[in-house]
C-alpha cells in the first residue's frame, strides 16, 4: 500500500445531498458537497473480530493505521475503534509503540480511552493487530497477545480505514525523493461476525 492519507480500505461512503455541509465529523469544516453520490454501505458490520496483518514503515514522517469509525448516519454515530496505529518515529529496531482504544469524536455516548501501547516486536515485519468488539467493551490483540481492554463500545454500524499517511506542510516532499513510493504491506485484513447474540450472521445453512 503507498498512499498519503487516502484510505485504501473504506467499505462506505455517505457524503450527502449536492449543497449540503459534508457529511463526516472527519472532514474539515466548511466542505460543501458539490455533486450527489448513493450512499454506499458495503461492509460496515456491528460487532465481531477483527484483524490485519502488516508490516509498518519505520519513516518518521509516515504513519500507517486501521481503525474502525461509525458510518454517520446520523452524526452521533461517530465514535472510532482504533485497531492499530504505527508512527514511524516509535519504530525501533525490536520494539514500538501501538497506538490502540476508543476515540469518541461526536458520540456522546463513549469517552477517550486510547492508549500507546509498547511492544517488544520488529514491526517492520508482519504481524497481527486484532480486535474484538462486543456490546460494552472492546479487547485489543497484538500477535494473539491481549494488550488493552475497554469496557465501553460503539453500538451501531462501523466501516473500516486502512490507510497510510504522510505528514508534512507545504508542496515539497518531506522526505528526500530517493525513499518513495512509500510502502506498508498489507497482507490480508479480515472480518469476523458472532454467530449468536447481538450481530449476529444468518445461518448460512438454517435448520
Known sequence: MAGSGCPACRPGSRQGRSGA??????SPTGLIVREARPVEALYTPTYGLFEVRLAAIPDPANMVALWMI??????????EICICEIFGRDVGTNSA?????????ADPALREDFDQVAVEIDVRGSHWYAAEWRPGSVRFYIDEQLVK?????????MQSMLT???FGMGPEPVSPATPYP????IERFRGWRPIYGPGAREAAFPG
Open 21 to 26: 455541509a459534508a457529511a463526516s465529523c472527519s
Open 70 to 79: 461509525g458510518f454517520e448516519d446520523r452524526p452521533e454515530r461517530s465514535g
Open 97 to 105: 509503540r501501538i497506538g490502540v482504544g476508543i476515540h469518541p469524536w
Open 149 to 157: 481492554v475497554v469496557d465501553q463500545a460503539p453500538a451501531y454500524p
Open 164 to 166: 497510510l499517511y504522510e
Open 182 to 185: 512509500k510502502v506498508a504491506v
